[in-house]
């Protein structure tokens, strides 16, 4: 069973940059999908990005394009999530899920996509 546990969570002010990681336990990152959600207060969760397995595929929210970025490291078994020019509706809880294979991009924003979840990081955006 895949085991996965976020960190890097914090607060910043608007226009900071944080970068969040997971690590994976129990299964080889390379052959897993991996995406990060986040949930704010009163709102559903919400897809910001995901990273097929074995593949160049992608996905970012359109509320995140062009400031956050996924990165796999396959050595360390882990995901990061570089997040750029946060803005105060980007503040939540950040989780990390993933699930066996690849996953077509627009399947990516979907909580049933995934199967493991890790416990979420707090991302706070505030002056």
């Known amino acids: 069973q895949v085991q996965l546990v976020e960190s890097g969570g914090g607060l910043v002010n608007p226009g900071e940059s944080l970068t969040l990681s997971c690590a994976a336990s129990?299964?080889?990152?390379?052959?897993?999908?991996v995406a990060w959600f986040r949930e704010a207060p009163g709102k559903a969760r919400e897809g910001v990005s995901c990273?097929?397995?074995?593949?160049?595929?992608?996905y970012y929210a359109d509320s995140v394009k062009g400031r956050f970025a996924i990165y796999r490291d396959d050595f360390s078994n882990s995901v990061s999530l570089r997040m750029d020019s946060l803005e105060p509706d980007d503040a939540g809880i950040y989780y990390c899920?993933?699930?066996?294979?690849?996953?077509?991009?627009?399947?990516?924003?979907?909580?049933?996509?995934?199967?493991?979840w890790g416990q979420g990081t707090q991302v706070a955006v505030s002056s």
């Open positions: 990273s097929s397995a074995s593949s160049e595929d992608t």
């Open positions: 129990g299964f080889t990152l390379k052959y897993l999908t």
């Open positions: 899920a993933a699930r066996p294979g690849s996953l077509p991009p627009g399947m990516c924003p979907l909580t049933e996509s995934f199967r493991s």
